[in-house]
Nanobody, 121 residues
Framework: QVQLVESGGGLVQAGGSLRLSCAVS??????IGWFRQAPGKDREFVAS????????YYADSLKGRFTISRDNAKPTVYLRMNSLKPEDTALYYC????????????????WGRGTQVTVSS
């Protein structure tokens, strides 16, 4: 079992930055991915990282603005988001799986409840 709790969301102006956190408990050696879902849209992949943080993957459209990292001593996975745009407004989720892939995480996937990010223009 893995428990995930997201935090760090909020309201920010366009061009601003936020850092989201995903606190991991239980089996902390899982790979972690970040996803987001905007109102009326499907959930989409944002970024993922392996259990050691040695490999990271990003959605092509977000490369250069978003950075995923993890501190296994805490253990927490972060998503740093820079140069935010109104179209980044969404509910952001983290998920744990046995493997990180270029499109998410695979194998026994567990989900957090999400944290809301709203970017004003």
């Amino acid at each position: 079992q893995v428990q995930l709790v997201e935090s760090g969301g909020g309201l920010v102006q366009a061009g601003g930055s936020l850092r989201l956190s995903c606190a991991v408990s239980g089996r902390t050696y899982y790979s972690i991915g970040w996803f987001r879902q905007a109102p009326g849209k499907d959930r989409e992949f944002v970024a993922s990282t392996t259990s050691t943080g040695g490999m990271t993957y990003y959605a092509d459209s977000l490369k250069g603005r978003f950075t995923i990292s993890r501190d296994n001593a805490k253990p927490t996975v972060y998503l740093r988001m820079n140069s935010l745009k109104p179209e980044d407004t969404a509910l952001y989720y983290c998920a744990a799986g046995r493997a990180a892939t270029a499109t998410g995480v695979d194998g026994d996937v567990y989900w957090g409840r999400g944290t809301q990010v709203t970017v004003s223009s």
